[in-house]
């Protein structure tokens, strides 16, 4: 599997992009425990072309995380455009990726991310000049559609008896993107239900489509990955909401519980190495607050709190070391 010039190992996995979840430190790990291709955070187009200070921070990357994607998203085709030449010009990313799932009020409800689906022909002239502008390439990352009624016909050709994204995925390949991601739901169900990779399966097993196929949703394991790879035969899989806290999941190999606290220690210090105390933390604690690590640690609570309120990275530490005490006593007993 090929995206522009870059060569891919058969069933490579990629980190998802994800607003306040994939940063730099987080990357980093994910890329070192196995992930192909990691995303940063959703960079707004206007907020980049205003040198908003918070979004121009997300255009910082590692060498040692490359191959690394920057997510664009906006409503505005001029805006986008002109965000697309910024990223290319300032972070020389090796991917431009267009947002045209995110499902969120504050995006969708103005337009931008998956409200795109209600716009499809603005969405593929977005696509269009963006891939005209810059030489680095374009990948899209969308839904199956808006709501249910595109899962069984198209706004782009209502006359096909096809679902939405059949249409869509063939019109944005003619655009010239490198790469398409499915996310398995509509914009209406947002993150509910099961995620549906049948269509996912019928986009990529469409004779008229040469270009990747990356699927997402509801992966939770390596296991789950390969269940798709088998089943749906989609050249890449995206994980998201499962890497909370755990960047591990890529590993082909078990860690310990002691190799996992170490991880996130480390993934502390990158973080405020890498962007400064008060936000390293902030990054951090996040993903302390969220990982799957904790859960079963009885009355945890008053410590996750603890966790999302540190300040320093030595008070932070000292609670994640805390912790690490809780659960060897738990494993130790549990060995009894």
Not at 67 to 88: N, S
Not at 274 to 300: M, N, Q, V, W, Y
Not at 302 to 316: K, S
Request: net charge negative; hydrophobic share 40%.
């Amino acid at each position: 599997m090929k995206i522009g010039n870059i060569q891919f190992p058969d069933r490579p996995l990629f980190l998802a992009p994800m607003e306040d979840v994939t940063d730099i430190g987080f990357r980093m790990l994910c890329k070192r425990f196995g992930a192909q291709m990691v995303y940063t955070e959703f960079v707004s187009a206007e907020a980049l072309i205003r040198s908003i200070k918070s979004t121009v921070n997300k255009l910082n990357i590692a060498d040692e995380e490359r191959p690394v994607g920057i997510q664009i998203y906006g409503r505005d085709t001029e805006a986008v455009v002109e965000a697309a030449k910024i990223v290319e010009d300032q972070a020389h990313p090796d991917v431009i990726d267009l947002n045209f799932g995110c499902p969120v009020k504050k995006v969708a409800g103005k337009g931008a991310g998956a409200g795109m689906l209600q716009n499809l022909p603005k969405l593929l002239d977005i696509t269009k000049q963006v891939v005209d502008a810059v030489k680095t390439p374009v990948t899209v990352k969308t839904r199956l559609g808006w709501n249910a009624e595109d899962l069984t016909s198209s706004r782009l050709n209502p006359e096909s008896g096809r679902a939405q994204i059949i249409d869509l995925a063939e019109a944005l390949q003619d655009c010239g993107i490198q790469a398409l991601t499915i996310h398995g739901r509509t914009r209406a169900q947002m993150y509910t239900g099961d995620a549906d990779w049948t269509l996912i399966g019928e986009v990529k097993n469409n004779p008229k489509i040469h270009i990747p196929i990356i699927g997402n949703g509801d992966i939770k394991s390596i296991e789950d990955a390969n269940k798709a790879f088998d089943t749906y035969s989609v050249d890449a899989v995206m994980i998201g909401r499962a890497t909370f806290g755990c960047p591990w999941l890529f590993s082909p190999t078990p860690l310990t519980l002691d190799e996992k606290i170490d991880t996130l220690l480390e993934q502390l210090h990158i973080n405020v190495e890498r962007l400064d105390e008060k936000r390293g933390i902030l990054h951090t604690r996040r993903h302390l607050a969220a990982s799957p690590l904790f859960k079963g640690i009885p009355d945890f609570r008053q410590t996750r709190i603890a966790m999302l309120r540190a300040e320093t990275v030595e008070g932070l530490t000292k609670i994640i070391e805390d912790t690490r005490v809780m659960l060897k006593g738990m494993e130790s007993q549990d060995h009894q």
